[in-house]
């Protein structure tokens, strides 16, 4: 069995930073691919951002491009999502997801494995 963790998450202004980190633990982090998605209340998840397991690909949303940047560090078994130039319309939980495939996918329904959730709070 494989858990995440999510880390990072808080309350900032608009135009600020966070980085969510996401822990995974109990077996090998090895040929994952990892992927964020977020959800705002009363929507539902969406893909943020993609990472294979090589971390010679990865993929963003288009709300996302620019601003934010997903890696990896498969020593560390960790994950992050660097968000930068954040807006009030990030305001979400974010969540992170491992898949028993060495690429990312976008669809909710193709990861295995999922973290609790970190809630991150953009002020205007």
Known sequence: QVQLVES????????GSLRLSCAV?????SGYGMGWFRQAPGKEREFVAGISWSS???Y????VKGRFTISRDNAKNTV???????EPEDTAVYYCAARSRTYYATRVENYDYW???TQVTVSS
Do not use: E, H, I, K
Not at 25 to 29: A, E, I
Not at 60 to 63: R, V
């Open 60 to 63: 963003y949303a288009d709300s």
């Open 115 to 117: 973290g609790q959730g």
């Open 8 to 15: 990072g998450g808080g309350l900032v202004q608009a135009g």
């Open 80 to 86: 992050y999502l660097q968000m930068n130039s954040l």
């Open 25 to 29: 633990s109990g077996r090998t982090f």
């Open 56 to 58: 010679g690909s990865s």
